[in-house]
């Protein structure tokens, strides 16, 4: 046992014996009286209980002493069960899970796939220690699309900023969701011609845009010019800057 542990459970052994002791006193003490029965011999006698004395009846000493006796026993259990004392710290003990757990930090919206290879870990292993840190809450895990992708949990942290911060990671959607905040009312064939893609293959990006709330459209005859959306505006603009 450790030497504060030690010292504890000899304060409270102590503090409890004290309060004890003096609420025995208190509560026994006959002032030097001999108390004998009032009810003649062979009459016969129906006991009466004392009346009972509350916790608030007790002497202002007592009340404060059993009170820190509790508040030293709750720390003297809490001492004995680390997880509940230090549970993350527990968590991230294990070198492989911090080592993941750093990654997603650093990098939000990567999928278990990419840790498996950037940081040359089995992808059993991978998959173990994410279940484990999902688990304890501190990472979520967002199905987008075809890939299951990885963010830190964070008060305040919403949907659209986990998928702003998977977009960023992407070079061609960057890119392209840089142009529209650059160029507001730009089309399919100018984002095409800027960057040298396929219309279908711009055309997909933008779907993708438009069903995760990045941008919105407004019709222009044929045309259909994007814009990126007011919800989104700072969303992206912080992921930019941060990615």
Same mark, same amino acid.
């Given at each position: 046992m450790k030497t504060w542990h030690l010292l504890l459970t000899v304060a409270i052994v102590a503090l409890t014996v004290a309060v004890a002791a003096g609420v025995f006193n208190m509560t026994g003490d006959t002032g030097g009286y001999i108390v004998t029965p009032a009810t003649p011999p062979g009459a016969s006698a129906v006991a009466k209980d004392a009346p009972a004395e509350s916790y608030w009846d007790l002497p202002?000493?007592?009340?404060?002493?059993?009170?820190?006796?509790?508040?030293?026993?709750?720390?003297?259990?809490?001492?004995?069960?680390?997880? %509940?004392?230090?549970? @993350?710290?527990?968590? &991230?003990?294990? +070198?492989?899970r911090y080592r993941i757990f750093s990654y997603v930090q650093k990098n939000p919206g990567c999928t278990p796939a990419e840790i498996t290879t950037r940081q040359n870990m089995?992808?059993?292993?991978?998959?173990?220690?994410?279940?484990?840190?999902?688990?304890?809450?501190?990472?979520?895990?967002?199905?987008?699309?075809k890939f299951t992708r990885l963010f830190r949990s964070a008060s305040g942290s919403s949907d659209l900023e986990r998928v702003a911060a998977t977009?960023?990671?992407?070079?061609?959607?960057?890119?392209?969701l840089q142009a529209i905040m650059d160029h507001p009312g730009i089309t399919n064939s100018n984002l095409a011609e800027q960057f040298q893609l396929?219309?279908?293959? %711009?055309?997909?990006? @933008?779907?993708?845009? &438009?069903?995760? +709330?990045?941008?919105?459209?407004?019709?222009?005859?044929?045309?259909?010019?994007?814009?990126?959306?007011?919800?989104?505006?700072g969303v992206l603009a912080r992921s930019m800057v941060s990615c």
């Open positions: 202002l000493w007592v009340q404060i002493a059993s009170a820190v006796d509790s508040l030293l026993i709750m720390g003297w259990l809490v001492s004995f069960f680390p997880p %509940v004392a230090g549970r @993350i710290e527990n968590v &991230l003990d294990n +070198r492989n089995k992808n059993g292993t991978v998959k173990y220690h994410v279940q484990m840190l999902e688990a304890e809450g501190m990472i979520v895990l967002k199905r987008m699309g977009y960023v990671r992407n070079e061609t959607s960057r890119s392209l396929d219309k279908s293959s %711009v055309h997909w990006h @933008i779907d993708r845009f &438009l069903k995760d +709330r990045m941008v919105r459209f407004e019709q222009d005859g044929k045309y259909k010019r994007y814009f990126v959306s007011d919800e989104a505006k």
